[in-house]
């Protein structure tokens, strides 16, 4: 089954820009709809934004939007997230997630392990 692994935090200063990764190593997300979650440290998980199993259609929360771009390549596996002008608000843990639902379903049956991404000031 499907299996997603997250890469690519890490310790970074604010205004800097990384990309984190969604790799799937048990099958394809080609049909699923892929999403982005995080958790800051004595915080509940937020969701951040959400992208179609086609690519073509995508949602961010407004603290996303600008910043944080998510992309998906689906003959590799893998979807992004493109952090761009952190800050230390951004330290988070980086969830990423898998859902049957095409758009408006709230259920995300798989999920990765988390990366964590630290912004120093």
């Known amino acids: 089954q499907v299996q997603l692994v997250e890469s690519g935090g890490g310790l970074v200063q604010a205004g800097d820009s990384l990309r984190l990764s969604c790799e799937s190593s048990?099958?394809?997300?080609?049909?699923?709809?892929m999403a982005w979650f995080r958790q800051a440290p004595g915080k509940e998980r937020e969701f951040l934004t959400k992208?179609?199993?086609?690519?073509?259609?995508?949602f961010s929360v407004d603290s996303a939007k600008g910043r944080f771009t998510i992309s998906r390549d689906n003959a590799k596996n893998t979807m992004y997230l493109q952090m761009n002008s952190v800050n230390p608000e951004d330290t988070a843990v980086y969830y990423c997630?898998?859902?049957?639902?095409?758009?408006?379903?709230?259920?995300?049956?798989?999920w990765g392990q988390g990366t964590q991404v630290t912004v120093s000031s």
């Open positions: 992208i179609s199993a086609d690519g073509e259609r995508i």
């Open positions: 048990g099958g394809s997300i080609g049909t699923y709809l």
């Open positions: 997630a898998a859902s049957t639902s095409r758009w408006h379903g709230r259920t995300y049956a798989y």
